[in-house]
T-cell receptor, first 112, second 109 residues
Framework: KAGVTQTPRYLIKTRGQQVTLSCSPI?????VSWYQQTPGQGLQFLFE???????NKGNFPGRFSGRQFSNSRSEMNVSTLELGDSALYLC???????????FGPGTRLTVL | TQLLEQSPQFLSIQEGENLTVYCNSS?????LQWYRQEPGEGPVLLVT?????EVKKLKRLTFQFGDARKDSSLHITAAQTGDTGLYLC?????????FGKGTLLTVNP
């Protein structure tokens, strides 16, 4: 069974631009979560989607948004990029049991 | 706000030594998970514990969940260089995982 895939793997943007990251979950997984990982803050929860509905959201500004499609694939968007948005963005999918999550390799975003 | 604190933050040991890392919280979680992450990759799930007092063994790794479901520990016996990585604990509730900042383990040959 194929794992969680994320595209692109690396991205370089400049301040003020926007970016869209994509995640394809493990087949059969309907829950997709997004996390931001930085050296200073560690892994922080962004949001979780299940059957196209956002069930929970972390403490991030409204510039961070996401959505999930009917095939469970998910995208997250960050608008008006800031230098502090440079991070590894991880997507994880789950069947929902005890929140066990399976992570993709991440997208490394660098904002210049 | 639910927080998980992990200790130690960094650990460097020789191959063959034993070690324990800790994960503590003031909140109760419905489940607690341990992950290992290697550079350039996403975290990989090692174990999930859900019952207070639960102990799980995975080869040389032993995981314990505290009776009150607020703390956990990971013990590695006879560490190997392949155990090197970032060990993360995460508490699950309300469709989200709250992660600790991790313990960066280096096992030297």
């Amino acid at each position: 069974k194929a794992g969680v895939t994320q595209t692109p793997r690396y991205l370089i943007k400049t301040r003020g631009q926007q970016v869209t990251l994509s995640c394809s979950p493990i087949s059969g997984h309907r829950s997709v979560s997004w996390y931001q990982q930085t050296p200073g803050q560690g892994l922080q929860f962004l949001f979780e989607y299940f059957s196209e509905t956002q069930r929970n959201k972390g403490n991030f500004p409204g510039r961070f948004s996401g959505r999930q499609f009917s095939n469970s694939r998910s995208e997250m968007n960050v608008s008006t990029l800031e230098l502090g948005d440079s991070a590894l963005y991880l997507c994880a999918s789950s069947l929902g049991s005890h929140n066990e999550q399976f992570f993709g390799p991440g997208t490394r975003l660098t904002v210049l | 706000t639910q927080l998980l604190e992990q200790s130690p933050q960094f650990l460097s040991i020789q191959e063959g030594e034993n070690l324990t890392v800790y994960c503590n919280s003031s909140s109760v979680f419905s489940s607690l998970q341990w992950y290992r992450q290697e550079p350039g990759e996403g975290p990989v799930l090692l174990v999930t514990v859900v019952t207070g007092g639960e102990v799980k063994k995975l080869k040389r790794l032993t995981f314990q969940f505290g009776d009150a479901r607020k703390d956990s520990s990971l013990h590695i016996t006879a560490a190997q260089t392949g155990d090197t990585g970032l060990y993360l604990c995460a508490g699950g509730s309300n469709y989200k995982l709250t992660f600790g900042k991790g313990t960066l383990l280096t096992v030297n040959p």
